[in-house]
């Protein structure tokens, strides 16, 4: 499996999801639309999970090692995630910009190919990298879908009025992302004694990984103790979204990433 046969899987998923997209916005209060939304929007992520699964079994391992293997995961986990949102709260723009964000992840990777290879390093055979990778991935899809809304409620305190149920939604984000962000944290280090002897050595990444954790947490803490400022935390959100992509792929770029154990996932 290559990135040739990815394309075929990839313009099918874009196709579904941009359908998805066109119903949310022309009249999607109909019963009619509303099925068609839902049918397209899974249909689209199936189809993802489905090229997933295939690289999978084909390359006899998780493909979790490479940025663009983990864009595959986000380009799953977003619509889930925007599904879900839409299903339990009806937000059609944060459906439309979570897909809209999965339509983004999968061009890049039509744009920049990559040749997977089946071998994974020792460190990278480890019980806990299954575990350790899914959960990271997913609850930085979470946080990022917490980006979107604190976008959104950025405009709206600047532009027009706050909507509360925006500031529910980004906290209920935040609280799930940041539990399976915990669940990743821990899970590192158990992998990291087993490979290197070590829970936690102040790597970079492992560094930019705790700089991330307590982003979060500052920003719940404060949410819980400041309920009725709005202005501080929603910038405290945005902020914390940056030091994600620092964490995520931007270590790579950093002076200090060349002693770092975590360069395998260059």
């Not at 090692?65 to 889930?80: C, D, H, K, N, S």
């Not at 909507?163 to 939604?169: A, D, E, G, P």
């Amino acid at each position: 499996m290559n990135w040739i046969n990815f394309s075929y899987f990839a313009y099918t998923s874009i196709f579904l999801w941009l359908v998805s997209i066109v119903f949310l916005n022309i009249n999607s209060n109909t019963k009619k639309n509303k099925i068609l939304i839902n049918t397209f929007s899974v249909l689209g992520t199936l189809i993802m999970s489905c090229f997933i699964f295939i690289l999978w079994k084909n390359l006899e391992r998780p493909p979790m090692r490479t940025l663009g293997e983990t864009r595959l995961w986000y380009a799953f986990f977003l619509p889930v995630v925007g599904q879900i949102t839409y299903l339990k709260w009806k937000y059609k723009w944060f459906l439309t910009f979570s897909l809209f964000l999965s339509i983004v992840f999968v061009l890049i990777n039509i744009l920049n190919t990559e040749t997977h290879d089946k071998t994974l390093m020792p460190a990278l055979q480890s019980i806990w990298f299954v575990p350790h990778v899914i959960v990271y991935i997913f609850s930085y899809a979470l946080l990022a879908a917490s980006a979107i809304v604190s976008l959104k409620a950025l405009y709206e305190i600047y532009f027009t009025k706050i909507n509360r149920k925006t500031m529910h939604l980004a906290d209920n984000l935040v609280y799930i992302g940041f539990a399976f962000l915990t669940m990743g944290l821990l899970f590192g280090a158990l992998w990291a004694k087993k490979a290197w002897g070590h829970y936690w050595t102040w790597d970079p990444k492992e560094t930019w990984s705790f700089i991330t954790w307590m982003a979060y947490l500052s920003y719940i803490h404060y949410r819980y103790h400041k309920p009725k400022n709005l202005k501080t935390p929603i910038w405290m959100l945005a902020l914390a979204f940056v030091f994600l992509i620092i964490c995520w792929f931007g270590i790579n770029y950093l002076p200090t990433s060349i002693n770092s154990v975590h360069t395998y996932t260059n």
